[in-house]
T-cell receptor
């Protein structure tokens, strides 16, 4: 079945440490790929997106993501997290020949001092 | 950047009443708008897709008579929860897209039905 998987439900990281959030997709062809962040009670903010081209994508707030076709992955990274990065992170895809977003289950990031 | 607003941000209503939520794209024309529902600590569930001037397309399992969607213009879509019940309490988020690829999300509306 076509799907978007975020294997980690919850990640706790120390402030200043690096962060990596995993995302895998299962589609016949490469979909358009997105990472969104949601603070409690808020809407979603786009961190970055991949449509084609350079497989390392830079986003806002110091985030980057790498598309790996061979692994069907689009993992999100940040070298040094800040307390304000504590939030819910969603990986999402627009499948080929479609325009609707399919979301992963989300990863909750907690930042400890 | 592209901005989408929602109104109201929070609403409390009594069981049996109807509630209307507005979604506006403030600085672009939206070819398509989407309505999502989000339960606590869960992901977003697409409810319906709407295009200006045409009937909304509802996802499987979503009652179109309960969740009325009107896409009156290229910048405005409304979701009306009719005869609301406590189980309709949820966080409703809209999004809009100018190109059917990238969606811009509103801040969400917290609906509580008492």
């Amino acid at each position: 079945a076509q799907s978007v998987t975020q294997p980690d439900i919850h990640i706790t990281v120390s402030e200043g440490a690096s962060l990596e959030l995993r995302c895998n997709y299962s589609y016949g062809a490469t979909p358009y790929l997105f990472w969104y962040v949601q603070s409690p009670g808020q809407g979603l903010q786009l961190l970055l997106k991949y449509f084609s081209g350079d497989t390392l994508v830079q986003g806002i707030k110091g985030f980057e993501a790498e598309f790996k076709r061979s692994q069907s992955s689009f993992n999100l990274r940040k070298p040094s997290v800040h307390w304000s990065d504590a939030a819910e992170y969603f990986c999402a895809v627009v499948p080929p020949s479609d325009y609707k977003l399919s979301f992963g289950a989300g990863t909750t990031v907690t930042v400890r001092a | 950047g592209a901005v989408v607003s929602q109104h109201p941000s929070r609403v409390i209503c009594k069981s049996g009443t109807s509630v209307k939520i507005e979604c506006r794209s403030l600085d672009f024309q939206a070819t398509t708008m989407f309505w999502y529902r989000q339960f606590p600590k869960q992901s977003l569930m697409l409810m319906a897709t709407s295009n200006e001037g045409s009937k909304a397309t509802y996802e499987q399992g979503v009652e179109k008579d309960k969740f009325l969607i009107n896409h009156a213009s290229l910048t405005l879509s409304t979701l009306t929860v009719t005869s609301a019940h406590p189980e309709d309490s949820s966080f409703y988020i809209c999004s809009a897209t100018p190109d059917n690829y990238e969606q811009y999300f509103g801040p969400g509306t917290r609906l509580t039905v008492t």
